[in-house]
């Protein structure tokens, strides 16, 4: 729908109606964490070069996020719409794979904020 100048409603000439527009109302997508697994498998050197090469994370923040998931038992590489966490789950376990490591990933729904 069209608006004059004013940004008033448009009459429209052949029904002589006045229209309005009406917005909908957005909400931004629900947002999901990726988590990268611990094995006892997969080498270090080869989980960073996934959250460098999957995550673009630079060397120093892949080495830490490394060390997270080593440590912790998992560890977070970053927050998505669930379209980006999902193909990003699906990279890291196809490029496993290929390499014949066990390295898992998940995504997991954030909390409401």
């Known amino acids: 729908m069209a608006a004059d100048q004013k940004g008033g409603p448009l009459r429209t000439p052949d029904l002589g109606e006045v229209t309005t527009e009406v917005r909908p109302r957005l909400r931004r997508p629900p947002m999901y964490q990726v988590l990268l697994l611990n094995d006892d ?5 080869f989980v ?3 959250l460098q090469v999957v995550f673009h994370k630079d060397a120093s923040e892949a080495t830490r996020l490394m ?4 440590n912790k038992g998992k560890g977070l590489c970053g927050v ?3 379209d980006v966490a999902r193909t990003k789950a699906v990279q890291v376990e196809a490029l496993a ?3 014949e490591h066990p390295l898992k990933c998940e995504i997991q729904a954030c909390a409401a904020s």
């Open 41 to 45: 498998y997969t080498p270090m050197e």
């Open 48 to 50: 960073v070069w996934i």
């Open 67 to 70: 060390l997270d998931v080593h």
């Open 80 to 82: 998505f719409t669930h």
């Open 97 to 99: 794979k290929r390499e």
